[in-house]
């Protein structure tokens, strides 16, 4: 691990009677290197709430993140919607699609993103009784620029 850094995303307080969107630390990078190339790795759990005002929000955040990452990006989360819901929309780039590169797959339930490579194999989720969020173990294959 290279580096480790906790980007600011609209929020919703779980805590406040009456909360108001505002950007809070939620959507977790960590840049790895990977055999000499660094590859960003962001880890995000959208709003739950019916209203998908505030995920709309946070997606918009995340891809200004992600445009601001230079080589391969990596995406995995809750992101508490259904792959067709308006919210997702314009992450349309991250959406469902069977794996190809620069785009996502549903893994476990859950979605991993990619852009500049591929998945290779796994895409399992093992069993824990740590939380209803369950690991999923995938093997990526990451291409370096130019291959």
């Given at each position: 691990m290279i580096d480790?850094?906790?980007?600011?995303?609209?929020?919703?307080?779980?805590?406040?009677?009456?909360?108001v969107h505002a950007p809070m630390p939620g959507f977790a990078e960590v840049t790895?290197?990977?055999k000499g190339a660094p590859a960003h790795v962001h880890s995000t759990h959208l709003d739950h709430?019916?209203?998908p005002s505030v995920r709309e929000a946070q997606v918009a955040d995340m891809l200004d993140v992600l445009a601001a990452d230079r080589g391969p990006k990596i995406l995995v989360g809750d992101?508490?919607?259904e792959a067709t819901a308006a919210e997702r929309r314009p992450?349309?780039?991250?959406?469902?699609s069977g794996g190809r590169p620069g785009q996502a797959r549903r893994l476990g339930g859950r979605l991993c993103g990619h852009h500049r490579g591929r998945c290779r194999s796994g895409g399992e989720a093992v069993a824990?009784?740590?939380?209803?969020h369950r690991p999923v173990?995938?093997?990526l294959k990451v291409r370096r620029r130019g291959r």
């Open positions: 480790a850094e906790n980007h600011e995303i609209t929020r919703l307080s779980t805590r406040t009677p009456d909360p790895v290197n990977v709430r019916a209203d992101f508490n919607a992450g349309r780039r991250w959406d469902l824990t009784e740590a939380s209803d173990v995938t093997d």
